[in-house]
Structure formats: structure tokens, C-alpha cells
């Protein structure tokens, strides 16, 4: 936030001051922070309006002016996280030049790159988006859909494409989102990475056929060991 | 299991032991939190509601269970041991195991066909009933772990296959009927009979196989 002409000079001297922007896209991340460290805790039902403010070290005046009541605090963060790595793992898709398993490949490597980092709103994202009611759900389908996209241009590398069943690639994301649930409730976010090329074979093999598959899992592994 | 059917107790003698009585008042608790749960999701269900559906009292209630979430819980087992008892008895007398697993497959999706408010309680409702009723669900779930592992050896040498394929196939069967029962169309979760045992089979016999295998037993 540009100073107003005429204030400038009673600004103090030294680094610039916290924008009131600034400062409330960081109430905003502590908040979500909070919820999202909750929730990995107490799960959904378990965690309060009340946990959330003394978490994030904030008044419950400033939460009201960023959200009405948990919920919506839990579905800003559901959108937030899941943008952010939706936009990331379609992005390394788009930015991967090699044939359509290769992209697949940086798509999943992606994804589990930021649920390793991130355990907790991953776990947010992908486990207990489903025990928050309807509208969390469907922003859990929503980013589901769009993982499913990437997987659709696999059809075309399949002498049987006609017949695939129609929901394929949702319920191959949906094996994987599963799996990744998985490791979060057993606290395993860690070790994901070991998990990464045999994953990239379950997801690749109803396309490419099992040889395939397990060729382009064994090059992804050594790719990713380098 | 409609609580309807079940009359209220009659009062006085009744000729019932005290443990036959609490068996029973048990059992209509269950059903009650089933059909109070059909009506207005778990999140939304309170004690009063189960106990009017059930037609006991309040302190039956606590005789019983803790709270919600653990009536919720016993409501859940009794699902997945009829469940249980389901496909054993659709595998048992199959001697092949291809045809175990599409008879498994079958056992489980019309059960969940058949008894919609039952399949969201355990699929859609389990989710949000506390990480003890999260838990007993994953382990219900794993409990289908064998039943397809047992296809490993159908296949002949070379590359054995990951060892979380079983899980990943599990994980988008389970993800496939959650999105039919939530959206509201149990009753059509049958449908994805070939579809669901399609992708049980195809990874330890191969596409073509499994299709044919399919297409001969649905």
C-alpha cells in the first residue's frame, strides 16, 4: 500500500510498514494453519472455533472478519491448499515436454511432494474433506476431476480405448487418493516417496498394458534416485 | 433393519431373561441410530432421535453405549459382519479364484444396492463419525486385502507385482461406490458390477482375460 501524497512525510523512517493487505493475508495463513494443524489432531468434528483462535494467536474479532464460523474457515483452506497443488501438478504436467506417461510422472511426483511437505492440510484435503458435509465433499470431487483430466490423453495409447469404462481415470485417483490417506492416517507422509513409481505403474498400467507400465515405474525410479 | 418392524417392548411380564431384554433393547439402538442416521446424517443426529426411533429411554441408552459415536461404531460392526458373512458365503463354495473375486465383488455391491440407507451409513456417515469409526472402516476395508492378493498366484513367473496394488485397487473400488452413495444412487452401485470386477481381475490376469472372465459371469 502505496503512502497517500501529503503522508509521506510522516511515515517513519526505516524499513516499510506492514501493509494492512500484508497483514491480513497473514492472520489468514496462520488461521488456516491452525485449522488445518487441528484437524490432523482432533479431526473435523473434534476441533472448535474456540481450538482454532488460541492456535492461531488471534482474537476471535479478527477471525469473524476473515470468516463466519469453522466451516468456512476449513473450506478457505480446502481451496487454498488445494489450488495451490491442482495448479502446480498441472503445471509440471504442461511443463513436461517427453511422451504422456513422462507427464504423468511429474504430475505424481508433484502431488507427493506436497503431501510430504505438507502433511496436515494434505491430510485436511484428502481425509477429512470427506467427514465435513456435502460442499467440502464436492470440493474434494472438483479437484479429483481435474487430476482425472491429465489421465484421460492415456485413452489414446489404448488398442481397447472403446472399451474403458467411462469413470477410469476417477476411480484411478481416486485408488491413489486413497492410498496417500493411508499413509497420512499412519503417519507415514515420510516415506511416501518410495511409493512414487510403483504408484505411477497402478495409474499407467489399464492404459499402456502391464509391461509398459512396469518399464516406465523402473525408468521413473532411477530418474527420481538420481 | 427398520426400526418399524420392531414393536415397543411390552410392559410387565413378558416371560424375556434381563439379558435377552438388554440384547434387545441393544439391537433396536442400533437400528434406531441406523434410521435416525438415513434421515438426518450423523453429524445432525441426536440421542433423543435415536432413542424416540428405538423407542427406549434415555438411560438405556447410557446402559448401552457411552454416547453417539459409540452406537455409531456397533451400528457399523453389525454392517460389516453381515457383510463379512456375505461374501464368505458367496466365495465359499467357488473353487477358482477369479471366480471368488467377481462373486465377492457381486456380494458386496448388491448388499450396498439393496440397502442404500446402509451403504451411506457405512461409506458416507463413517467418515464423519470420529477417527475411531475412520479407523474401523480402513480396517474393514483391509479385511479384502487376501481375497485379492490370492490372484498373485495365478499369475505365472516374472515381475511380481507392487505390493500396494492390492491397496490402490481397493482404494478406487471404495472411491467409486463412495461417489455413487453419496450423489444419492446406492440402489444403482450394482451397475458397476463389470466395471468393479473389470478392475479387480485385470491387474493379475491381464486385460483381456479379465474382460472375457467378466463378460462370461455377468
Known amino acids: 500500500m502505496r503512502a497517500l501524497p501529503g503522508k509521506a512525510s510522516r511515515q517513519p523512517p526505516g524499513p516499510e510498514p506492514v501493509s494492512r493487505d500484508a497483514a491480513a493475508a497473514d492472520q489468514r495463513r496462520r488461521i488456516l494453519e491452525a485449522t488445518a494443524d487441528l484437524l490432523a489432531e482432533h479431526g473435523y468434528q473434534g476441533t472448535t472455533l474456540e481450538m482454532i483462535v488460541r492456535q492461531a494467536k488471534v482474537g476471535y474479532a479478527t477471525f469473524y472478519k476473515h470468516y463466519a464460523d469453522r ?121 511416501l516417496r518410495a511409493l512414487l513409481p510403483e504408484t505411477l505403474e497402478f495409474l499407467l498400467r489399464p492404459y499402456v498394458g502391464e509391461d509398459e507400465a512396469a518399464k516406465e515405474a523402473g525408468e521413473f525410479a532411477e530418474a527420481i534416485s538420481a | 433393519m427398520p426400526s418399524e418392524e420392531l414393536g415397543p417392548l411390552p410392559a410387565g411380564r413378558h416371560g424375556y431373561s434381563r439379558e435377552q431384554v438388554a440384547h434387545h433393547q441393544r439391537e433396536r439402538l442400533i437400528a434406531g441410530l441406523a434410521s435416525a442416521v438415513a434421515e438426518k446424517g450423523y453429524a445432525a443426529v441426536t440421542l433423543t432421535d435415536i432413542t424416540r426411533e428405538a423407542k427406549v429411554s434415555r438411560r438405556v441408552f447410557y446402559e448401552n453405549f457411552e454416547g453417539k459415536e459409540e452406537c455409531f461404531l456397533a451400528a457399523f460392526d453389525v454392517v460389516v459382519a453381515h457383510l463379512r458373512e456375505l461374501v464368505g458365503e458367496a466365495v465359499e463354495p467357488i473353487p477358482d479364484w477369479p471366480g471368488r473375486a467377481i462373486a465377492a465383488t457381486r456380494a458386496v455391491l448388491t448388499f450396498l444396492a439393496s440397502e442404500p440407507d446402509l451403504a451411506r451409513l457405512c461409506l458416507v456417515e463413517s467418515r464423519s463419525a470420529g477417527p475411531a469409526v475412520s479407523a474401523r472402516f480402513n480396517e474393514a476395508v483391509g479385511q479384502l486385502r487376501p481375497l485379492l492378493s490370492q490372484g498373485r498366484a495365478e499369475r505365472g513367473g516374472g515381475r511380481p507385482l507392487p505390493d500396494s496394488t492390492e491397496d490402490s485397487i481397493l482404494g478406487s473400488l471404495v472411491s467409486l461406490a463412495f461417489r455413487k452413495v453419496a450423489g444419492g444412487e446406492a440402489e444403482q452401485v450394482e451397475d458397476l458390477l463389470p466395471e468393479c470386477a473389470e478392475f479387480v481381475l485385470a491387474p493379475y490376469l491381464g486385460p483381456d482375460e479379465a474382460s472375457q472372465l467378466v463378460h462370461e459371469a455377468t
Open chain 1, 71 to 191: 466451516d468456512e474457515a476449513f473450506l478457505a483452506l480446502l481451496d487454498a491448499a488445494t489450488e495451490r497443488t491442482v495448479a502446480r501438478i498441472e503445471a509440471a504436467f504442461q511443463r513436461e515436454e517427453g511422451p504422456w506417461p513422462d507427464r504423468v510422472g511429474a504430475a505424481l511426483g508433484v502431488l507427493f511432494e506436497d503431501v510430504a511437505a505438507h502433511p496436515n492440510v494434505a491430510r485436511a484435503c484428502l481425509v477429512e474433506a470427506l467427514t465435513a458435509g456435502p460442499e467440502a465433499t464436492a470440493r474434494h470431487e472438483r479437484a479429483l476431476k481435474r487430476l482425472a483430466a491429465l489421465l484421460r490423453p492415456g485413452r489414446e495409447l489404448n488398442p481397447r480405448q472403446a472399451r474403458l469404462p467411462e469413470n477410469l481415470e476417477e476411480t484411478l485417483a481416486g485408488g491413489v487418493v486413497w492410498v496417500l490417506s493411508q499413509r497420512l492416517i499412519g503417519g507415514e507422509a515420510a516415506k
